[in-house]
């Protein structure tokens, strides 16, 4: 049970955007009483962080369960290092006291696009190390692997946009398609597997 409240816990940082977007919607249905700096990157910056928080936790719960039942449970920790750094990075993003990814973007902005795409191959291996075990991830792995190629795409060209000209209005729509549909997707994959996760190991009382 723990195993599949961790997993459930881990993808909550995948969803951030359709979470960001529907505490919006709420924030301006009440901007009558909301004071202006609710709908700023303060308010955005503050959910991420403590979705990465959470999923941070839920990861570390995933690793601590299933040390002893996976044998390449190693394959957990990249995910585990890339949130821990998710959330050290989402603070600073937090007090560097500019417009999120306004010109020019920042070194800790930089780093932060770059974690954030590494989540999606971290999030791969994950499903890689419980292959075979409670059900096959076959699927899992295939989706997050699909997402780490195209974000993989998408970080040369942030980082080659970022280098020439200190912006990155010119990869938006790529990193808008990786944030609204790419990482809901692995967040999917995680509910998915949390769901399922020990339900093949369920045997059927014989019948008299």
């Known amino acids: 049970m723990r195993i599949n409240i961790a997993l459930a816990l881990t993808s909550v940082v995948f969803m ?10 709420i924030f301006h249905s009440m901007s009558i009483i909301t ?26 719960l995933f690793l601590l369960e299933t040390r002893k039942t996976l044998a ?6 990249p995910l585990c290092i890339s949130l821990s750094a998710f959330v050290i990075t989402n ?4 007090s560097n006291g500019k417009s999120f990814l306004g010109d ?14 590494f989540l999606s191959p971290c999030s791969a291996l994950l499903f890689l190390a419980s292959n075979g075990h409670c059900g096959s991830t076959n699927v899992y792995v295939a ?9 993989m795409f998408f970080l040369i060209l942030a980082l080659r946009e970022i280098s020439k000209w200190s912006s990155i209005e010119a990869v938006l729509l790529p990193l808008a398609f990786y944030w609204t549909i790419c990482m809901p ?15 093949d190991n369920v045997q059927e009382e014989p019948s008299d």
């Open 35 to 60: 004071p202006d700096f609710i709908a700023s990157d303060l308010l955005f910056i503050t959910i991420i962080e403590l979705l990465s928080i959470i999923s941070l936790f839920g990861s570390l």
């Open 185 to 199: 997707a692995i967040g999917v994959c995680f509910l998915s597997k949390a769901t399922m996760y020990g339900a």
């Open 104 to 117: 020019p973007v920042s070194t800790i902005e930089t780093l932060w696009i770059i974690i954030l795409v």
């Open 143 to 151: 989706v997050s692997s699909a997402t780490s190629v195209f974000s």
């Open 16 to 25: 951030m955007t359709w979470v960001t977007g529907f505490v919006s919607v």
């Open 91 to 94: 603070f600073l993003v937090y």
């Open 72 to 77: 390449r449970w190693y394959l957990t920790i």
